[in-house]
C-alpha cells in the first residue's frame, strides 16, 4: 500500500518505521511549511495519508488531503470545533477521513470499558467520578483528546453530569466532572478515571509504554479504510 504521512515530528517518524516494517511504501512526507507538495504526483500516488501534526494546521492538512483525492486518517487532536464541517464534506462523498483522539488498541478496549463502568455507575449515585490525564511537556492542547473522548462518554451516559471542566474535585459542581491536565517530562500518556464513594473508590487506568502503539493501531486503521469512502472512528474500525 502507498502511504503519505503528513506531520513529521516524532509520531511521523513512527509511523513511517511500522509502516515501512509492515510493508508498506512511503510516497510523500509533507511537514510543515510543505503544503505544496499537496499537488505533487507523489501525494496523489497514496492510497491513504496519515496525519500527525498541529491543531492549527490539521483542518487544512485534510482539506488539501480531499482535494488530491487522498484518504485522511488524522490522529491530530485540538480541533473539534470543524469536525461537523469535516464529516458534511465526507457525507457528500468529496473526502474520506478516519480520525481518532488516540489510535491505541489498548486504548480504544479502555474506552470500551469506560462506556460500560459508566452505564453501571448511573444506578449507583453515591460514587462520583473524576479524571486525570498525563502527557510529555510537548503536548500542546489540554485536556488530552482522549480524556475528553472519555469525559464525554461519561458525561453522555450519566444523568447526573452536564458537562466537563478542568476544575479540582472539590471544587467541582454536582453536574460537572472534574478534569485534570498534567504536563510532566516525556510521559507518553496516562489515563486514569476515579469513582469514589464514602466507603471505597473504584479505579480504572491506561498507562501507555510508548508511542508505538498509537503509531501501529494508525497504520491498522490506514489499512482498513484504504478502499472506503466516508466518515470513520475507530469504533467501526475494531467493531466495539
Not at 513529521?8 to 517518524?13: A, E, N, P, R, W
Not at 500516488?45 to 490539521?58: L, R
Request: with cysteine; charged share 25%; net charge negative.
Amino acid at each position: 500500500m502507498n502511504i503519505a504521512i503528513i506531520g513529521y515530528g516524532k509520531m511521523g517518524h513512527i509511523v513511517e518505521k511500522i509502516a515501512r516494517e509492515r510493508g508498506h511504501h512511503i510516497v510523500a512526507i509533507i511537514d510543515r511549511g510543505d503544503t505544496g507538495e499537496f499537488a505533487s504526483h507523489a501525494f496523489a500516488s497514496a492510497d491513504v495519508a496519515i496525519e500527525f501534526s498541529q491543531p492549527d494546521a490539521a483542518v487544512e492538512n485534510i482539506l488539501a488531503s480531499f482535494a488530491a483525492g487522498v484518504p485522511v486518517v488524522s490522529g491530530t487532536t485540538g480541533w473539534k470545533e470543524y469536525m461537523p464541517e469535516i464529516k458534511a464534506i465526507c457525507d457528500k462523498g468529496e473526502g474520506t477521513l478516519l480520525w481518532s483522539s488516540n489510535f491505541s488498541i489498548g486504548v480504544n478496549i479502555f474506552m470500551a470499558v469506560n462506556r460500560y463502568l459508566a452505564r453501571i455507575m448511573n444506578s449507583y449515585p453515591q460514587y462520583k467520578p473524576e479524571l486525570e490525564e498525563v502527557h510529555h511537556i510537548h503536548k500542546l492542547d489540554h485536556p488530552s483528546g482522549t480524556a475528553i473522548t472519555l469525559a464525554e462518554e461519561i458525561i453522555g451516559t450519566d444523568d447526573r453530569l452536564n458537562r466537563w471542566e478542568e476544575i479540582e474535585v472539590i471544587d467541582a459542581p454536582e453536574d460537572v466532572l472534574p478534569v485534570k491536565a498534567i504536563r510532566h517530562d516525556e510521559v507518553p500518556g496516562i489515563h486514569t478515571i476515579r469513582w469514589d464513594s464514602p466507603v471505597d473508590t473504584i479505579t480504572i487506568s491506561h498507562s501507555a509504554k510508548s508511542r508505538e502503539g498509537f503509531a501501529l493501531g494508525a497504520v491498522m486503521a490506514a489499512e482498513w479504510l484504504k478502499g472506503r469512502k466516508g466518515f470513520y472512528s475507530m469504533s467501526d474500525f475494531l467493531k466495539f
